[in-house]
């Protein structure tokens, strides 16, 4: 079991910059894998960024260019950096720690972090 603690997120304009951090704690050999996810109301989580253990980094189209995820640290943090934000990036946003395939998929149960909300206003 994998233990995550998230910080950062709140209130910012359009175009401003918000970083939000993670870390994780407990078994962190069961992961490969560390990222963030986002859900709007009455979505289902979808993927912002993750990094793997073998160096892999994927985005999301829709945050390419604009936000950088920090590469996978096997101290268990990992950080993402949003620039740029538009409106529609307004969710909340999970860290997640697991098991993944090269495809991304989870191999294993997720573990998530509690959400923090991100709120970009025009």
Not at 35 to 55: C, D, F, H, M
């Amino acid at each position: 079991q994998v233990q995550l603690a998230e910080s950062g997120g709140g209130l910012v304009q359009t175009g401003g910059s918000l970083r939000l951090s993670c870390v994780a704690s407990g078994n962190l050999y069961s992961i490969n894998a560390m990222g963030w996810y986002r859900r709007y109301p009455g979505k289902q989580r979808e993927l912002v960024a993750i990094t793997t253990s073998n160096g892999r980094i994927n985005y999301a189209d829709s945050v390419q260019g604009r936000f950088t995820i920090s590469r996978y640290d096997a101290k268990g943090t990992v950080d993402l950096q949003m620039n740029s934000l538009q409106p529609e990036d307004t969710a909340v946003y999970y860290c997640y720690a697991g098991l993944v395939d090269r495809d991304y998929n989870f191999v294993q149960n997720p573990n998530w972090g509690q959400g923090t909300q991100v709120t970009v206003s025009s």
